[in-house]
């Protein structure tokens, strides 16, 4: 996984926490931060890095847990974005710097968070079930990008949109992707994908890291489709007692780790080991002033 760049950086022995101040590349040029209408419960954002507006990022009724997990970009085992500390929404507006590269957006996002809600952090190791992803003995299965990937789509941060297939899996429009689930049923089409990436997306529905170790360097375009079974889930995410009213879909298909195998030629092998999780040391309720 790629390090964090925060501006809270720690020491994790001594807990010692040194802040840095952004430069100017760093930071939006202006930003107005207001909470939203208890009724508007329409989360949207648009704009930024990568899209057609790249100059004006815009959200509507954002919870500050999705700020958090997008502008440290990170995985679910590490953060619930649902966590009730950070479930107030707010609608903000910022101008991003010509040029800004994501990675610059994301720090932008970063420091708006440290200097406008006061937020402070750090992570710690945790115990936990990893994975390390390696190459099948029956031999690799991935299809090597044809360097003709479509565009990115005009706003990454919304939802891919699909239809539903006759074996009741998604179906996205041709040349374009995403993830998504229905009753159960999910699929992920990608271009250009690397093994890294390959580890984010299986890192997030594994519920724990999963550590590259496949030697792969190329770029590939995956369509991979899995079952999961939603009452096991929701009983995962802290929803057990709204279990019980789950109708009983009955198993549609492969688990991850067996389609990842049959259909990647990838093999997610189990161990004990250690994630970082996020800790939330403090979080202002209301926003200092635009």
Same mark, same amino acid.
């Given at each position: 996984?790629?390090?964090?760049?925060? =501006? *809270?950086?720690?020491?994790?022995?001594?807990?010692?926490?040194?802040?840095? $101040?952004?430069?100017?590349?760093?930071?939006?040029?202006?930003?107005?931060?207001?909470?939203?209408?208890?009724?508007?419960?329409?989360?949207?954002?648009?704009?930024?890095?990568?899209?057609?507006?790249?100059?004006?990022?815009?959200?509507?009724?954002?919870?500050?847990?999705? #700020?958090?997990?997008?502008?440290?970009?990170?995985?679910?085992?590490?953060?619930?974005?649902?966590?009730?500390?950070?479930?107030?929404?707010?609608?903000?507006?910022?101008?991003?710097?010509?040029? %800004? @590269?994501?990675?610059?957006?994301?720090?932008?996002?970063?420091?708006? +968070?440290?200097?406008?809600?006061? #937020?402070?952090?750090?992570?710690?190791?945790?115990?936990?079930?990893?994975?390390?992803?390696?190459?099948?003995?029956?031999?690799?299965? +991935?299809?090597?990008? =044809?360097?003709? %990937?479509?565009?990115?789509?005009?706003?990454?941060?919304?939802?891919?949109?699909?239809?539903? !297939?006759?074996?009741?899996?998604?179906?996205?429009? %041709?040349?374009? !992707?995403?993830?998504?689930?229905?009753?159960?049923?999910?699929?992920?089409?990608?271009?250009?994908?690397?093994?890294?990436?390959?580890?984010?997306?299986?890192?997030?529905?594994?519920?724990?890291?999963?550590?590259? @170790?496949?030697?792969? =360097?190329?770029?590939?375009?995956?369509? #991979?489709?899995?079952?999961?079974?939603?009452?096991?889930?929701?009983?995962?995410? !802290?929803?057990?007692?709204?279990?019980?009213?789950?109708?009983? +879909?009955?198993?549609?298909?492969?688990?991850?780790?067996?389609?990842?195998?049959?259909?990647?030629? *990838?093999?997610?092998?189990?161990?004990?080991? $250690?994630?970082?999780?996020?800790?939330?040391?403090? #979080?202002?309720?209301?926003? @200092?002033?635009?």
């Amino acid at each position: 996984m790629r390090p964090l760049i925060l =501006t *809270l950086a720690c020491v994790t022995a001594a807990r010692v926490c040194i802040v840095a $101040q952004p430069t100017p590349e760093q930071s939006f040029a202006v930003a107005s931060v207001k909470p939203a209408s208890p009724s508007d419960f329409a989360i949207s954002c648009h704009g930024g890095p990568g899209t057609t507006d790249p100059g004006l990022w815009r959200c509507t009724s954002v919870p500050i847990g999705l #700020l958090i997990t997008q502008g440290y970009e990170l995985d679910r085992y590490q953060f619930r974005a649902n966590d009730p500390c950070c479930l107030a929404r707010f609608d903000i507006s910022a101008r991003v710097p010509p040029g %800004a @590269t994501k990675e610059q957006f994301h720090q932008m996002i970063r420091n708006l +968070l440290e200097d406008r809600f006061r #937020l402070k952090l750090h992570f710690e190791k945790k115990a936990m079930t990893t994975y390390d992803l390696t190459i099948a003995e029956s031999g690799l299965k +991935l299809k090597e990008s =044809t360097g003709n %990937a479509p565009p990115e789509t005009d706003d990454p941060w919304a939802p891919p949109t699909y239809t539903t !297939g006759k074996d009741g899996y998604p179906v996205f429009s %041709a040349g374009h !992707g995403g993830v998504a689930g229905i009753g159960g049923r999910y699929r992920w089409v990608g271009f250009d994908v690397t093994a890294k990436d390959i580890c984010k997306t299986l890192s997030f529905y594994m519920g724990g890291p999963v550590i590259d @170790t496949t030697g792969l =360097t190329g770029k590939y375009d995956v369509d #991979l489709r899995w079952w999961i079974d939603i009452a096991w889930a929701m009983e995962r995410a !802290g929803y057990a007692d709204v279990v019980k009213d789950l109708p009983d +879909l009955g198993r549609s298909g492969p688990p991850l780790t067996r389609a990842v195998h049959d259909q990647l030629g *990838l093999s997610l092998r189990e161990r004990k080991g $250690q994630g970082h999780v996020v800790i939330i040391e403090h #979080l202002e309720k209301t926003p @200092t002033e635009n």
